[in-house]
């Protein structure tokens, strides 16, 4: 054993440990998936580069404060994440309901307006940050007798065996045998690459700002998102203080004006952000420090092998302009536990093809279909050519307008149809 390794508790030295599923990262999907297959009578192992420890939850809010990785979740998936027992941490620690929505274009007078009451829903969504999300469900994947959190533990390699099983080599702890390993390890997913998936893949050219912003207005419980041609820019809610406004930002720029914007200083930034939001919440009074996210969106061309399936980023990347990533990931979880679960009850093995390729099945259609949306609406807002401007105008009055469309988009949009 290397020296600064380290075993997880009650795990000794041996040739190979076995588990029914092995789970390869422990972000929001891989959390998620553990606590789904938890109770069903499955071993679950699953392996974390980094730490898995509980993240600090501080209960101050400032610009400061609030976690600068956000997530928009649709009503499906609270439900699964209520389902998962996690939904009451979140809760109590804070989240923001959203129950309006507004989309317009800079370039013109298009606008639509989204309310909770036109689908009947008591919310559109809801803001969470990304560290209270981990932290709920990594309580709950700790409290599941029948999963073993092996971490900081980092794959080194996996392979198939002669007997059909999976093999799992790891940093940091011994060496492990599935008959399914998931990968859920983000969007360069290790798995798929050493499995040698291929993936379908391109570069959007924009990177994607985020930050936490003080604003001079209250955000009145709704989610704005502003098309410029430079790229959309959202502003979603966070639970205030009553007499101090936030917001957390996600600015997606082409590549060629990130630099100049992350070089700014705060009141720089400030006064861009103030141009680019129109002023639509007043003055942006403070922001915290930014992170830019490259964006490039990915699909694997198939998400399963005998013994292998990917879920979340390790499957699909998806432009961020609709909060959807982890919205699609979390059905996937959802989706890929079940039919281990069915197939148990079967008698069928979770590192099945045939049960494999039924949560592959499920889950590819609504996810292409997600991803095509999303360029759409990307290069039609990114185009100034006039007869586009006109048709996006157009179309926005026109959806604003019809009832039934609007209603169904809504409810595909907030994954409820
Ligand atoms: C700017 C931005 C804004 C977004 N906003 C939204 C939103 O509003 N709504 C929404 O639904 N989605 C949103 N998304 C998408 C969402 O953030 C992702 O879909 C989600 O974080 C993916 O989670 P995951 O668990 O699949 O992967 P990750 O969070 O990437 O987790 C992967 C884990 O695997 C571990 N790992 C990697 N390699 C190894 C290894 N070799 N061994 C062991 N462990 C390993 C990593 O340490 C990591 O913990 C946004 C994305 C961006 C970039």
Known sequence: MRRGWRLPRGVTMAEHRSFDVVIVGGGIAGLALASALQGHGLSIALVEARPLTAP???????????????????????????????????????QCSYDHMTVWDAQGTGRIEFDCSEVGAPALGHIVENRALVSALLQRAAAGA??????????????????????????????????????????????????????????????????????????????????????PLALLPLPGTGAEHYCSIVWSLQESLVAQVMACDEAAFCAALERASERCLGAVLASSERTAFPLRQRHAVDYVQTGVALVADAAHTIHPLAGQGINLG???????????????ARGTGPGQLELLRRYQRRRKGENLLMMAAMDGFKHLFEGEALPLRWLRNAGMRGVDRLGPLKRRLMRHAMGLG
Do not use: K, N
């Open 56 to 94: 600090e939850l501080p209960a101050q809010r400032s610009v400061r404060h609030f976690d600068t990785r956000v997530s928009a979740l649709t009503p499906r998936s609270r439900a699964l994440l209520q389902q998962l027992g996690a939904w009451d941490a979140i809760a109590v620690y804070r």
């Open 146 to 231: 029948d999963i073993t959190l092996l971490s900081p533990a980092r794959l080194l390699s996996c392979a198939h065996d002669t007997a059909g099983r999976m093999r799992v080599a790891l940093e940091g702890a011994q060496p492990l045998q599935a008959e399914l390993l998931v990968a859920a390890d983000g969007a360069l997913s290790p798995v798929r690459r050493m499995l040698a998936f291929a993936t379908r893949e391109w570069d959007y050219g924009h990177r994607a700002i985020v930050a936490t912003v003080q604003l001079e207005r209250p955000h009145q419980a709704t989610a704005r998102q502003r098309f410029l041609p430079s790229g």
């Open 330 to 344: 979390l059905r996937d979880v959802a989706v890929l536990a079940q039919e281990i679960v069915a197939g148990r």
